[in-house]
T-cell receptor
Framework: DAKTTQPPSMDCAEGRAANLPCNHS???????VYWYRQIHSQGPQYIIH???NNETNEMASLIITEDRKSSTLILPHATLRDTAVYYC????????????FGAGTTVTVRA | NAGVTQTPKFQVLKTGQSMTLQCAQD?????MYWYRQDPGMGLRLIYY???????DKGEVPNGYNVSRLNKREFSLRLESAAPSQTSVYFC??????????FGQGTRLTVV
């Protein structure tokens, strides 16, 4: 699986958009970008995934650059409950079962 | 729906004792996983079961055994617990390697 690089931490103001970057410069053509988050002491929670196109669901938007070497997770209106560790993962959907969780980005939403 | 249920939630073992962590999912998912998370670190895959009747090693399988009892249940056994196995254990399930659903974790301390 391609390696990902995320900033270790970031702050965000409540009500503002949170933009979480992820670098995956060695991503291959059949690898998907996944985002999970882990709120303190809880199990990880799936957020969103994508291959090439931008994706949006009720939780977030995923913007993938045209060269696919980086992506941004956007939480449109951050709330205090969005404070968590966010993990960016790349994996081949077709033949890979494991999710490789790195250190992630600790996002703190401040009132 | 309960999702993924893990028991017990907390456990303290003495070195050399054995125990089994239980996991059950009610989403009819084919694949199930066991991860461990050490303080301040990301999750690491211990074992996974791609489908009922199959199990495979993940990144850190030493000291553990698993049983896929049926489609719903996937247990993790520590035959002779060691202090290095002090961790939070998460069970997860997924359908066709898509989004994974995690349980709330078992916090294990080996003294």
């Amino acid at each position: 699986d391609a390696k990902t690089t995320q900033p270790p931490s970031m702050d965000c103001a409540e009500g503002r958009a949170a933009n979480l970057p992820c670098n995956h410069s060695t991503i291959s053509g059949n690898e998907y970008v996944y985002w999970y988050r882990q709120i303190h002491s809880q199990g990880p929670q799936y957020i969103i995934h994508g291959l090439k196109n931008n994706e949006t669901n009720e939780m977030a938007s995923l913007i993938i650059t045209e060269d696919r070497k980086s992506s941004t997770l956007i939480l449109p209106h951050a709330t205090l409950r969005d404070t968590a560790v966010y993990y960016c993962i790349v994996r081949v959907l077709a033949n890979d079962y494991k999710l490789s969780f790195g250190a992630g980005t600790t996002v703190t939403v401040r009132a | 729906n309960a999702g993924v249920t893990q028991t017990p939630k907390f456990q303290v073992l003495k070195t050399g004792q054995s125990m089994t962590l239980q996991c059950a999912q009610d989403m009819n998912h084919n694949s199930m996983y066991w991860y461990r998370q050490d303080p301040g670190m990301g999750l690491r895959l211990i074992y996974y079961s791609a489908s009922e009747g199959t199990t495979d090693k993940g990144e850190v399988p030493n000291g553990y055994n698993v049983s896929r009892l049926n489609k719903r249940e996937f247990s993790l056994r520590l035959e002779s617990a060691a202090p290095s196995q002090t961790s939070v254990y998460f069970c997860a399930s997924s359908e066709n390697r898509l989004e994974a659903f995690f349980g709330q974790g078992t916090r294990l301390t080996v003294v």
